[in-house]
C-alpha cells in the first residue's frame, strides 16, 4: 500500500511543480507566477483526471463478474490518488492566493500585516471552496478506508465506474481557465462548455442509476426494486456522493444558460436566478 501512496506523493506535487517552473522559466513564455500556478494546478487536475478515467475505464470493462472479479488497478491507483486529493487542497489555496493578490488585496503593505491577511485570505477560500475541500476531506478519509477495508475485495466493477467520473474535470478545468484569461466569447469556450455540460451529465449524475441499473441486471431486478433490495447505508452513501454532483450540474447548467443566450436578451429565471 505505502508505495502506490509515495508514488503519488511524487508525482502530483512533482508535475505541479515541473508546469510552473518550465511556464515561467521558458524564454519563449516567461509567465508570471500567478498565471503559472492557476494554468499547472488546471494541468495536474486533468492529468489526475485522464489517469483516474483510463484505469476506471480498465477496471469496470474487465470485471464480467460485477461483484466478485477483482482488478490490481483498482486498489492501486486508489492508494496512488489519495496524495492527489491531499495536494490539490494546497493547490486551490496557491490559485486562491495569486487570484486575491492580483485583485490589489495583498498583504504587501507591511510585516505586521501579513497573518490576519493571510488567515483572511485562507477564510475567504475556505468560504468560497467549502464544498470542494469537503469532498476532497471525505475522499481521502472515508472513501479510501472504505474502499480498502470495507470491500474486502468485491465490487471493483463499481469502483472503476465512479473513477470514470473523471471524465468531465479536463472540460472544467480549461473553461475555468478560458474564463481566467476572459475567453468567454469564442467558439473553444462554447465547445468545451457543451463538453463538459455532456460528459458531467453522463459521468457524473445518470452514472448513479446506472449502477443501480447494473446491479439490478445483476441480481434479476428491476431498477426500481433495486434501492429495497440493498443495505440503507449503501443508498445513503450513493446519495451523499450523488448530493454535490447535482449542486455542481446545476452551476454548469446555468453557466451554459449564460453562455449560449443570445447577446442582449433578458435572462431567463430558471436559468439565472437572483443571487
Not at 66 to 80: G, P, R, V
Not at 231 to 251: C, E, I, R, S
Request: with cysteine.
Amino acid at each position: 500500500m505505502l508505495t502506490p501512496m509515495v508514488a503519488g506523493g511524487v508525482v502530483f506535487p512533482g508535475l505541479f511543480l515541473l508546469s510552473k517552473n518550465t511556464l515561467q522559466r521558458l524564454p519563449q513564455l516567461r509567465w508570471e507566477e500567478a498565471d503559472a500556478v492557476i494554468v499547472s494546478a488546471r494541468l495536474v487536475s486533468s492529468v489526475q483526471a485522464v489517469m483516474a478515467s483510463t484505469a476506471g475505464y480498465i477496471v469496470s470493462t474487465s470485471c464480467k463478474h460485477i461483484i466478485d472479479d477483482q482488478h490490481w488497478l483498482s486498489s492501486a491507483y486508489t492508494q496512488f490518488a489519495v496524495p492527489y486529493f491531499i495536494y490539490d487542497i494546497y493547490a486551490m489555496f496557491l490559485c486562491h492566493w495569486h487570484k486575491h493578490q492580483v485583485k490589489g488585496h495583498g498583504g504587501d503593505e507591511g510585516g505586521a500585516r501579513a497573518p490576519g491577511s493571510t488567515w483572511a485570505v485562507a477564510r475567504g477560500y475556505l468560504h468560497k471552496e467549502f464544498l470542494m475541500v469537503l469532498h476532497h476531506a471525505v475522499m481521502v478519509l472515508v472513501c479510501f478506508p472504505l474502499s480498502v477495508v470495507w470491500r474486502q475485495g468485491k465490487g471493483d466493477f463499481f469502483l472503476g465506474c465512479l473513477l470514470m467520473a473523471e471524465v468531465s474535470t479536463p472540460f472544467v478545468c480549461l473553461g475555468k481557465i478560458l474564463i481566467q484569461y476572459k475567453q468567454q466569447h469564442t467558439l473553444l469556450h462554447k465547445v468545451n462548455g457543451a463538453l463538459m455540460l455532456i460528459s458531467f451529465l453522463c459521468c457524473r449524475v445518470l452514472l448513479f442509476p446506472y449502477l443501480y441499473w447494473a446491479y439490478g441486471r445483476h441480481a434479476g431486478l428491476p431498477l426500481l426494486a433495486v434501492p429495497l433490495a440493498i443495505p440503507a447505508h449503501v443508498n445513503l452513501g450513493a446519495a451523499l456522493l450523488l448530493a454535490p454532483q447535482l449542486y455542481w450540474f446545476f452551476l454548469i447548467c446555468r453557466g451554459a444558460c449564460r453562455l449560449f443566450r443570445p447577446r442582449g436578451s433578458p435572462p431567463p429565471s430558471p436559468c439565472q436566478p437572483q443571487d
